[in-house]
């Protein structure tokens, strides 16, 4: 069974920043990309950024380019999301995914960690 467990969500004021962490359970053979998506109360869960695991191919939503770097480590299968300039529009459940090289569809989730930024 896939394991996707994230770390590192927290309580933050404004201007501060974070890193959340994800680390996956498969073999980085069968891994296509993963990504963070996040979802805020009465919201729909949006995409945040992606890295395809080979090639580090990275993808952002405009709402976070220039603040936040998402980057991976291949000897751990561990992702990471650094969160510079956080604002309160950053609070959200964010999410870990994962994309397996045989459908290279987000598949597997992971249960969520909570960024709460304040003003």
């Known amino acids: 069974q896939v394991q996707l467990v994230e770390s590192g969500g927290g309580l933050v004021q404004a201007g501060e920043s974070l890193r959340l962490s994800c680390a996956s359970s498969t073999r980085a053979l069968i891994r296509y990309s993963m990504a963070w998506f996040r979802q805020a109360p009465g919201k729909e869960r949006e995409f945040v950024a992606s890295?395809?695991?080979?090639?580090?191919?990275?993808s952002y939503a405009d709402s976070v380019k220039g603040r936040f770097t998402i980057s991976r480590d291949n000897a751990k299968n561990t992702i990471y999301l650094q969160m510079n300039s956080l604002n309160a529009e950053d609070s959200a459940l964010y999410y870990c995914a994962e994309a397996p090289t045989s459908t290279r569809r987000f598949t597997y989730w992971g249960q969520g960690t909570q960024v709460t930024v304040s003003l």
């Open positions: 890295i395809t695991w080979s090639e580090r191919r990275t």
